[in-house]
């Protein structure tokens, strides 16, 4: 499935904010920040990266459902792709 690139938009915003948050951590850990300061953020990546991930699937079934009709979705390759991010 390929996701439009007008509805990718956002989620590439996203994962950009993301990345910088990733850099930053990483930054932390070098500069041997505090532990309890350095997890709050990877938390912050960590639940970007998640909500990424969810916005992509959802994204990417809209755009099937809309093209190729709810009766040509793939069920089972749905499931895989949502378990993948559990």
Do not use: W
Not at 20 to 41: K, N, S, W
């Amino acid at each position: 499935m390929k996701v439009p690139e007008q509805a990718a938009k956002p989620i590439l915003t996203r994962l950009k904010r993301a990345h910088g948050h990733l850099a930053t951590v990483i930054r932390m850990l070098e500069d041997g920040q505090d532990c309890e300061d350095v997890l709050t953020q990877l938390a912050a990546v960590n639940k970007a990266l998640g909500r990424s991930g969810y916005a992509l699937v959802a994204t990417g079934l809209q755009h099937c459902m809309s093209t190729e009709g709810p009766e040509n979705v793939d069920q089972q390759k749905l499931e895989r792709l949502f378990l993948a991010l559990a």
